[in-house]
Every structure is written in structure tokens, then in C-alpha cells.
């Protein structure tokens, strides 16, 4: 750590924010020979290792422990679920994310780059002050990332009414939850109470769950919610909330009311940009995003920006991706600029959805002249031995490639290393089709949907 040091000037790049954006630009830097300054008010990994994607998906691991248990029956092993004791799984999920953290730590430390631990604030174009030490560099990266938004008049109180922060920490089992808003996260979290044995209600604005994905991934999600007791509420907006001796009660605009033990606020990301002497440097920014080209450039040059804190898709692996875009384009390698639409997304829950490139609507939008085949994962031996089901769909141009590839079930996140290969090397349903998927494998369903689009179905009926 260099809490303290003098003026520290002329490095080649100065990093304001340690999570997956600012670290993987530190990391790809330094790997290329440059001088880097690393800057974290908190802990080197950020929201992704602290408090999102790292303990969330070691919670909905422990839920899908729970769920085996509680259903092993079907497999003909009994089993008995006689209780979760959450310290249990906080120790588990802890270890986990302990772990991860001394390995970066050590990463950070190993490549030479300078740690500096503390609040920065841009105060010039090439310089960050942090508690009155100032450091500069022929490069910022500003990469502060997000934070987890609220409503009007709904005041997080970290106790009846939390945020994802204050889910991933949580030390007892709701009786109880309302969810707020049915995105990502808010679908992930409902996964893991309700697998927990929590009554769960989403409210939802918008008409479907996870309302960017393709509609018909909504609509399985929807189905599967429904048959796993996860209530929900789609098209209504909340209007107040009070929170009680023993809960919150939440009424929504169409006069409804609901309560229970907990409120999860789940209502999207901000960016962190206030006050941090970005406008005062003449960055370009909206709503307070900071606004970037192809290569994460801000208008300011020398000043770059990565992750949350620009209007790109919030995920750990794209604010790696813009890191390493930055460091590559700083030390002079001319890097492809990212294919957002190639970028794999999924939603950990279960069962689980993913999916890249264009949904059917895009698609259309954008004029292409749109195919679709839908796998259902009734043919697929091993979703039957899982006992999941889902579907996968292809969106395609016709006779040309595949534009998107939409899937849900369980374990299909796992589908997406070989999804996002087919859409981001433009294959076509006839490029996949001979490939040899192993039998019996979630992956099979991939052949068979690339089979089937290509005129030759084996295991598909009609
Ligand atoms: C509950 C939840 C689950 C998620 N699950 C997934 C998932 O499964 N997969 C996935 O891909 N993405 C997931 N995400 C999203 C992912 O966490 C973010 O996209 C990612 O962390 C963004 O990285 P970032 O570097 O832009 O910002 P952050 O990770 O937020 O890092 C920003 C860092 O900057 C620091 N900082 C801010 N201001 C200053 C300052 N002035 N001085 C010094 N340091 C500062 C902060 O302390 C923080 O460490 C999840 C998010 C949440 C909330």
C-alpha cells in the first residue's frame, strides 16, 4: 500500500476504482510494460466479488443445494431438508469470496502496480488526489462503477427495506420478501428465498420478467416461476410503501396492497460520478454517465472510461473487456472495438436464462429478414435426466447467420461459451449443424436446434 507517498507523477495510467473495469485495465496494463497506479476507496474487485455476482451465485448455489434436498425424492433418495442455517452458508459464500480476493490481491501485487488505497477525486486532466496526495499520469481511467438505485420517497433503510448490498449479507431467512422490480437481479434474488423456503412476490413495472431478454425467455421464465410458487406482478408500478412493527406493506398504483417481512429494492444501477470532478474536467456525461467512443475514450483526451460508470450493459465480463480494450489501445495495439451485441448474458436463477446477440424484436427492427426455431428441451436426455425444462431458440437471417440464440432451463448458462462463438463468428445453422455434440449433454440441445434450423432434425418431433 502506498497510503501517504509524495506526489506520485508520470506514470503511464492512473486507475480511479478498483472493480472489474479498473482492475482488468490495471492488470492488462501492467502485463504490457505500463507504469499503473491503482486507486480503490474500498476493496480491489468491487461490487462483482463483494456484493454481486461472486455471493449471489453462492447463494443460488446453497438454493439449489436446498432444492435437491427438499426434492431428492423424485430421484428416489430420501433426504430430510430440516432447516438452512444462513451463518452456515455466509461462512461458505465468505470463503469464497475471501478466497478470490487474497488471489487478486495477489495478482494486483505481483504485476507491480501501484495500490493505493483511498477516496479519489479527478482534479485535473491527468491527476487524481487522494486524501491530498496527488497522482499523475499520460492516462486516467475513470472506472467508480455503480451503485444500487432507489425510487422517489422510498428510503433505504438496510433493515425492512434493502438493497442487493444488504441481500447478499443478510443472516437470517425471510419469512417474507417483495421484490421491486423483476430484472436480473431481482429474478436471481427471488430464486434464492424462495429454494431458501421465503414466501416471494415481484412487483414488475414492465408487462414481463427480465424484460430485455428475448419475450419468449420471459415467458418460460414466467412459466417456471409460476411452478415453483414465485409469485408475481407484471404492469403495476409502486406507488408508497410504510414499513411496520413487523414488515412493509407496499401499495401499488392500482390500489393493491402487499406485505411482508422484507422489501428488496431491485430497480436498476446508477452510475457513481457525483462529485467526483468529472464535469468540473469538462467530461461529457448524461444522467450521469460518462459518455466514451468505440475505445472507451471520453471527450477529454487521455481520459478513458470503463464498466458501470458508462452507458455500455452492466456485467463483470464487459467491464473486463473494456479494460483490457483501454490498456491494449493505450499501449498502441489498435484493438477490434466490442460487439455489444455479442456479449453473453445470463440470469443465474433457476431455472436459468441466457442468451446473445439479437432478440426476435431486434432482429426485425433492424431489417433483417428473420427466421426462428425453437428447441424444446423435452428431446434432450440430459434435461430430462435433470428433470429441467426450457427451451433453446435461434434467431436467424434466412440462409445466412445466426443473429441470436435465446435459452432457458437449467445449467443452460453454461451453453453460452458455445453460443456466443456461433453468433460472434457469424456461423449459419448449416456451419453447426455436422459439429458432434457429446451424448447425453445439456449441449446436444445446441446441435439439435442448429440441426433442425438446418433442415435435418434428429431428436424433434413435427
Ligand atoms: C447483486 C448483483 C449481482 C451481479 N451479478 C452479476 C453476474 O452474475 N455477472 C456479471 O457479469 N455481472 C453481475 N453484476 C454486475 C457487476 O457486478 C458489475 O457490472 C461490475 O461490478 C462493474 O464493474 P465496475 O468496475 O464498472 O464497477 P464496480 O465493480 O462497482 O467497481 C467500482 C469500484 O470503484 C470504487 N470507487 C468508486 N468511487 C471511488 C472513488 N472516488 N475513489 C476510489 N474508488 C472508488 C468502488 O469502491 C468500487 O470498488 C452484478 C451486480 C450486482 C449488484
Redesign the pocket.
Known amino acids: 500500500m502506498s497510503k501517504g507517498v509524495n506526489l506520485l507523477s508520470n506514470v503511464d495510467l492512473v486507475v480511479?476504482?478498483?472493480?472489474?473495469?479498473?482492475?482488468?485495465a490495471a492488470l492488462r496494463s501492467a502485463q504490457l510494460g505500463l507504469s499503473v497506479v491503482l486507486?480503490?476507496?474500498?476493496?480491489?474487485?468491487?461490487?462483482?466479488?463483494?456484493?454481486?455476482?461472486?455471493?449471489?451465485?453462492a447463494l443460488l448455489h446453497a438454493g439449489e443445494v436446498a432444492d435437491t434436498a427438499r426434492e431428492s425424492s423424485h430421484f428416489g433418495v430420501n433426504t430430510t431438508l430440516n432447516s438452512i442455517d444462513m451463518n452456515g452458508v455466509n461462512s461458505y459464500k465468505d470463503g469464497v469470496i475471501t478466497k478470490l480476493y487474497k488471489g487478486l490481491q495477489g495478482l494486483v501485487k505481483s504485476r507491480g502496480i501501484t495500490f493505493v488505497e483511498?477516496?479519489?477525486?479527478l482534479v485535473s486532466r491527468d491527476t487524481?488526489e487522494?486524501n491530498g496526495t496527488r497522482y499523475t499520469g499520460k492516462n486516467v481511467i475513470l472506472?467508480?462503477?455503480?451503485?444500487?438505485k432507489t425510487l422517489p420517497g422510498l428510503e433505504i433503510d438496510g433493515k425492512r427495506v434493502i438493497?442487493?448490498?444488504h441481500?447478499?449479507k443478510l443472516d437470517y431467512i425471510p419469512k417474507s420478501v417483495i421484490v421491486l422490480g423483476g430484472g436480473?437481479?431481482g429474478c436471481?434474488?427471488a430464486s434464492v428465498w424462495k429454494s431458501f423456503g421465503s414466501d416471494v412476490t415481484i412487483i414488475e413495472g414492465l408487462p414481463h420478467l427480465i424484460a430485455l431478454e428475448d419475450e419468449s425467455s420471459s415467458k418460460l421464465l414466467e412459466r417456471a416461476y409460476r411452478k415453483r410458487g414465485i409469485n408475481f406482478e407484471l404492469g403495476v408500478r409502486f406507488k408508497s410503501h410504510t414499513v411496520t412493527a413487523d414488515g412493509v406493506t407496499v401499495e401499488l398504483e392500482d390500489g393493491r396492497t402487499f406485505s411482508a417481512e422484507l422489501l428488496l429494492v431491485?430497480v436498476g444501477?446508477g452510475p457513481?460520478s457525483a462529485n467526483?470532478g468529472y464535469e468540473e474536467q469538462g467530461i461529457t456525461m448524461d444522467r450521469g454517465y460518462v459518455i466514451v467512443d468505440d475505445k472507451c475514450r471520453t471527450n477529454v483526451p487521455g481520459i478513458w472510461a470503463?464498466?458501470?460508470?458508462?452507458p455500455t450493459?452492466?456485467?463483470?465480463?464487459?467491464?473486463f473487456q473494456?479494460?483490457i480494450l483501454v490498456a491494449e489501445e493505450i499501449a498502441g495495439l489498435n484493438p477490434r472495438p466490442i460487439n455489444y451485441d455479442g456479449v453473453p448474458?445470463?440470469t443465474?436463477s433457476e431455472p436459468e436464462v441466457a442468451s446473445v446477440g439479437l432478440t426476435t424484436a431486434q432482429a426485425k427492427e433492424r431489417g433483417h429478414n428473420v427466421v426462428e426455431l425453437n428447441y424444446d428441451l423435452a428431446g434432450n436426455g440430459k434435461a430430462q435426466i435433470l428433470g429441467t425444462s426450457g427451451s433453446i431458440k435461434l434467431v436467424a437471417e434466412k440462409d445466412g447467420p445466426v443473429l441470436g440464440i435465446h435459452m432457458v432451463g437449467s445449467r443452460v448458462g453454461e451453453l453460452l461459451a458455445e453460443a456466443q462463438l456461433i453468433f460472434n463468428w457469424e456461423a449459419t445453422a448449416a456451419d453447426v449443424a455436422p459439429l458432434i455434440h457429446a451424448h447425453p449433454t445439456m449441449s446436444e440441445a445446441m446441435g439439435e436446434a442448429h440441426m433442425a434450423l438446418a433442415g435435418k432434425p434428429l431428436h424433434a418431433h413435427g
Do not use: N, W
Not at 470503463?306 to 458508462?310: E, H, K, Q, T, W
Open positions: 480511479l476504482g478498483g472493480g472489474s473495469g479498473g482492475y482488468a486507486i480503490e476507496a474500498d476493496k480491489v474487485g468491487g461490487t462483482c466479488l463483494h456484493r454481486g455476482c461472486i455471493p449471489t451465485k483511498g477516496y479519489g477525486k487524481v487522494v472506472a467508480t462503477g455503480s451503485y444500487a438493497t442487493s448490498d441481500g447478499t436480473v437481479i436471481e434474488f431491485s444501477r457513481v467526483l470503463v464498466g458501470d460508470l458508462i450493459l452492466q456485467l463483470a465480463h464487459v467491464g473494456e479494460g448474458r445470463v443465474y
